[in-house]
Structure formats: structure tokens, C-alpha cells
């Protein structure tokens, strides 16, 4: 067997240097990063925990998760950081982030430390929650930019792995804790940190290359992820109605992990598959040599016109060479009411003033901002309908695998249909938004069960609308600058999750408290915490959100007009011209 493999030169060292160093572990490593950035989405487990032990009203939560959303969703640090620093330095920064912030935060609920004021759980659970944009940043635009045919299916996985990890969160903590909420947020504090730390080399950009198998890689990860999915769903249906033994959440966890890490294995078989397909050709280049020698040494007779042909195509590429030279020495301000078409690259300031991005900044106001509000109130919604603590951690994994189904869902099947029938990504984004308000309409008038309805379309709609509005960005906006925009594109989530969670639902909430309070002849002083039981606490504040939503659908409609023509054209050539290129000139060096 050694003599076999090295008579057709496999070196198994140098073999595993390609596996580590290529686009496919990248994108494994991406994924186990992605996997450890959704925790933002665990709030409604452990901010009963929050309440009760700091003695919070629900006003002063929900400013504590909207200062959570406002970190999760300000990624501008991260956006500049990472066009002047590399990579690496972007996730570092975003490892000791999550570690801080949530520390802080456990040590503040567990009493390891004084009560902190509420400005210093805000800024706690702010910097803990920015982490994420940094993972963001690092990992996922990374691997766009890598596999910019692929984007939308690139994206879909991407975000669907965030949009699960609140479910593997939630079986970790099981397997390692047991059924203590408090030490989640303290396993959300290192574990996301460790993973950035461990592959933080890895995460980094490469040259735009062709490969014969993406598609199907692509869709076997899909494959992956969604038997990932049903497995969670299954342990979370299975653990709500059996009383699982530690021993029991240990298995659970250790099978979703498994599952987590046969990607690596796609990774392995793509790379050999890439190390032989070189071999062969090394091995064919002397013949290849040889006949181009034989051909150079004949005095082949060339033609006038062939001669004019190469000349036009020499002028050709001497004046895309001084076009290219004349934009650069622009200044970076003057071109500002006069962007290029949609798809090229646009710069930070034509992108941010651009009324696309203006339209799509009011739709993510309206569809993000309501999404979030909702998950940050699933804890009370549970807690004022009578459902126990168990069955809420049940709502949030429910959300949480749902949301997965959401990304993927808009990623593979918007890039489907957009090849194939031309519909534009932002009538998908318009639907997500109506799919958002008959959520909201299920708590506001809430009947047996209905609550898990409305989490399995809550989480849906949410991760659908957030796939969408970074691919929609990519694809309007170009690549060059995509790591700020993205982030910037989103700044109105946590400014409408502010809006909606503290000024409408929050105060919704305190003031339906204080009218049950009056009613049993008691006053706020009397209570350490106050909370509100019944069907009334959300009824008017989700039909607000309902209502919001719909907006931000018709609002999204005038996007899919603007952008019509665009997207019935092919918005992909660029890329595909340069993998072209690429690929004649691999060959030409081969």
C-alpha cells in the first residue's frame, strides 16, 4: 500500500498542508464559526434569569435586549476593520469580544459581582452580542467573496448554521450543565471564542476559481444540514415530553456534533479529488511541451487580419488599463450622485446614499425589527399564557431550527428561481414580511398551540428575511466594499427592535401589569417583579407588529419594481468571466 501511494506520488503530509490551506476547509471552519455566532438568539432562555435575580421590570429587559439587538446588528467596527486589517485580526477581535461581554454578564446573574447598573448590563450584553458581527465579517463575507457564483447557496448555509445554533446551544448546555439557564450564558461566553481562536488562520480570501463539483458540495451540505435540523427538532420534541437522564443529553449532543463535522469529510474528498486532477496534469505536461516546441519551430504564415486582431485587442486592454487608472485617482467623494449600474462595485458612500439601499433600510426596519422584538418577548409570551420554563425553552429551540429552515430556504430556493425564472430576491423579502405578521396575529389572539405555530413562522420569516437582504445587498452593491455595507445595511434592525421592544411592547406590557396590580388593590413598590398573565399582555403591541410588517412588505414591493430589469439580466457574468480567465491561465502555467 505504501509503495502504491507512493508510485502515484501521494504525500500525506503535504496532502493534509492543501486540506487545511483550501476553499473547502475554509468553508467547513466557516460553518462550526457560524454555528457559534447565533447567540443572540438564546435571550428568551436566560433572561427570566436576568429579571428575577436583578429584580428588572419588563421595560428595563427589553431595554437590555435591545441593547443586545443594537450590538448583534451594528457591525460597522467590524465592516472598516476588516478592509484595512486582515482577517485573522477581525475574528481575534471578535473571540475576546464574546468572551468579555458575557462573562460579565454571568458574573453579574450568578452574584460573583455587585449589582451592576443597568448602563453596565447594557454595555455587557452589547459587547458580548457584537462579537457576532465579527464572525459576520470574517467568516461569512469571506467565503462570498470566495464563492461569488454561489452566493445566495453560499449564504442560505451560511446564516442557517447561525440560525441552528441556538438549538445546539441549547443541547450543550443540557449535556455539559444540565438544565441550568444561568450557565448557559456562560457556555455562550467561551465556547463561540474557542472555535474563532482554533481556526482563526484559516478564515481568509482566495482567488476566484471553477470547480466541477461546487454545486453538488453545496447541496450535500444542505443535505447535512437539514438532517441536522430534523435531528434537533426530534430531541426537542423528545425532551418536552420524556425526562431525558444526563446521560441522555450527553448522546444527544454527542450525535448533533457528529453531524456538525461531516462537512469536514465533503472537505477531505473535494481537496483529493483536486490533488489528483493536478497529478494527471503534471504528469501530461512534457508531452504538452513538446508539441508546443514542434509548433513554434514551423514558420506557420499569419494573416493581415489576424495580425489586426491582436493589435485592436493590445489597444483594447492599454485603455481599460487607463480607465482603470482614472477611477482610481478619483476621489472617493466625487462620484457620488453618479453611481455605476447595479452589480458593479459601488463605494461605501454611493451604496449608503443610494435609494435602494435607503428602500431596503426601511424594510429591514420594519421585517427585522418586529422579528426581533418578538423573540426577545418569547420568554414572557410564554410566562403570561401559563406555559412552563421547560416548554419556553422549547418555543426558542423551535425558533431557533425554524430560523435555519428560513435561510436556507430563501438562499437555495431564490438563487433557483432567480436562474430560472428570473424572479427578483426582493419579492421573496416581501412575502417573508407578510409571513411575519400572521405570527404576530398568533400571540395577539393566541388559542391552544398557537404559540408554536407562531415560532415555527417567526423563526422563518426572520432567518428568510436576513439571508435576503445580505444577498440582495451583494448582488446590488458588488463585493469590493461588501464587508462595510452589509453592516451597514443593517443598522435599522436594532434601531426598529429599540422602537418596537422598548417604547411599544415594553410599556404595552408594564402598563397591562400595573392595571392587574391596581385591580388586586397593590402598587408597583409592593412587587420585585412585575409581570403580566393573561391574553391582553401582547394583544395590542403584536397587533402593532402585525401591522408594521405589512408596511414593510409594501415598502419592500417598490424595491422589486426598481429593480426589475436587473435582475432579469445575468448578474453573475463578471464573476464568471473572471473564473474563465482564471482557469485559461492555470492551464497557460501548466
Request: glycine content about 8%.
Amino acid at each position: 500500500m505504501a509503495n502504491a501511494a507512493n508510485g502515484s506520488g501521494f504525500a500525506p503530509c503535504l496532502f493534509f498542508l492543501q486540506v487545511i490551506k483550501g476553499r473547502w476547509f475554509m468553508m467547513f471552519a466557516s460553518f462550526l464559526i457560524m454555528a457559534g455566532a447565533g447567540a443572540t438568539y438564546l435571550f428568551g432562555v436566560y433572561s427570566k434569569d436576568i429579571k428575577s435575580t436583578l429584580g428588572y421590570d419588563q421595560s428595563t429587559l427589553n431595554l437590555l435586549s435591545s441593547c443586545k439587538d443594537l450590538g448583534a446588528n451594528v457591525g460597522i467596527l467590524s465592516g472598516l476593520l476588516a478592509e484595512v486589517t486582515p482577517t485573522w485580526f477581525v475574528l481575534l477581535v471578535g473571540a475576546v469580544l464574546n468572551f468579555a461581554g458575557y462573562f460579565m454578564v454571568w458574573l453579574a446573574v450568578c452574584r460573583k459581582i455587585p449589582k451592576p447598573k443597568v448602563w453596565q448590563m447594557c454595555a455587557y450584553i452589547c459587547i458580548g452580542a457584537n462579537s457576532q458581527n465579527f464572525a459576520n465579517t470574517g467568516s461569512l463575507v469571506t467565503c462570498v467573496k470566495n464563492f461569488p457564483e454561489s452566493r445566495g447557496m453560499m449564504m442560505g448555509l451560511m446564516k442557517g448554521f447561525v440560525g441552528l445554533s441556538g438549538a445546539l446551544f441549547t443541547q450543550l448546555y443540557f449535556a455539559i450543565y444540565g438544565d441550568d439557564s444561568k450557565s448557559l450564558i456562560l457556555l455562550i461566553g467561551w465556547l463561540p471564542a474557542a472555535i474563532s481562536l482554533v481556526f482563526v488562520y484559516t478564515i481568509r480570501e482566495m482567488k476566484i476559481s471553477s470547480h466541477p463539483h461546487e454545486l453538488k458540495v453545496f447541496y450535500e451540505c444542505l443535505f447535512i444540514s437539514i438532517a441536522m435540523a430534523l435531528v434537533l427538532m426530534g430531541l426537542t420534541i423528545a425532551q418536552k415530553q420524556v425526562q431525558f437522564s444526563h446521560l441522555g443529553y450527553v448522546i444527544s449532543a454527542t450525535v448533533v456534533c457528529v453531524l456538525m463535522f461531516l462537512p469536514l469529510i465533503l472537505a477531505v474528498r473535494e481537496e483529493f479529488y483536486t490533488w489528483r486532477t493536478n497529478k494527471e496534469q503534471q504528469n501530461s505536461v512534457p508531452s504538452n511541451i513538446v508539441v508546443v516546441k514542434e509548433l513554434k519551430s514551423q514558420e506557420l504564415p499569419v494573416s493581415k487580419s489576424e495580425i489586426e486582431q491582436v493589435e485592436c485587442t493590445q489597444k483594447t486592454d492599454e485603455e481599460e488599463k487607463v480607465e482603470i487608472k482614472e477611477k482610481e485617482n478619483v476621489s472617493c467623494c466625487a462620484n457620488i450622485c453618479n453611481p455605476p449600474n447595479r452589480g458593479e462595485d459601488y463605494s461605501i458612500l454611493q451604496g449608503l446614499l443610494n435609494v435602494d439601499m435607503l428602500i431596503l433600510f426601511l424594510a429591514t426596519f420594519c421585517g427585522l425589527g418586529c422579528s426581533l422584538t418578538a423573540m426577545d418577548n418569547l420568554g414572557q409570551i410564554g410566562e403570561s399564557l401559563g406555559y412552563p420554563q421547560h416548554t419556553i425553552s422549547t418555543f426558542v429551540s423551535l425558533v431557533s431550527i425554524w430560523n435555519y429552515y428560513g435561510r436556507v430556504f430563501s438562499g437555495f430556493v431564490s438563487e433557483i428561481i432567480l436562474l430560472k425564472y428570473k424572479v427578483p430576491r426582493p419579492l421573496i423579502m416581501a412575502l417573508s414580511l407578510l409571513l411575519s405578521a400572521v405570527s404576530d396575529l398568533l400571540i395577539a389572539f393566541p388559542a391552544p398551540g398557537s404559540v408554536y405555530i407562531a415560532s415555527l413562522i417567526m423563526g422563518f420569516s426572520y432567518g428568510a428575511q436576513l439571508t435576503l437582504i445580505f444577498t440582495i445587498i451583494s448582488e446590488l452593491f458588488g463585493l469590493k466594499y461588501y464587508s462595510t455595507l452589509f453592516n451597514c445595511g443593517q443598522l435599522a434592525s436594532p434601531l426598529g427592535s429599540y422602537i418596537l421592544n422598548v417604547k411599544v411592547v415594553g410599556n404595552l406590557y408594564d402598563k397591562e401589569a400595573l392595571k392587574q396590580l391596581a385591580s388586586k388593590g397593590m402598587t408597583r413598590s409592593m412587587v420585585k417583579e412585575l409581570t403580566c398573565v393573561g391574553k391582553q399582555c401582547y394583544r395590542l403591541s403584536f397587533s402593532i407588529l402585525a401591522a408594521t410588517n405589512t408596511v414593510g412588505a409594501l415598502v419592500t414591493l417598490i424595491l422589486v419594481w426598481r429593480t426589475r430589469k436587473f435582475y432579469k439580466g445575468n448578474i453573475y457574468k463578471r464573476f464568471r468571466d473572471e473564473m474563465e480567465a482564471s482557469a485559461k491561465e492555470m492551464t497557460l502555467q501548466h
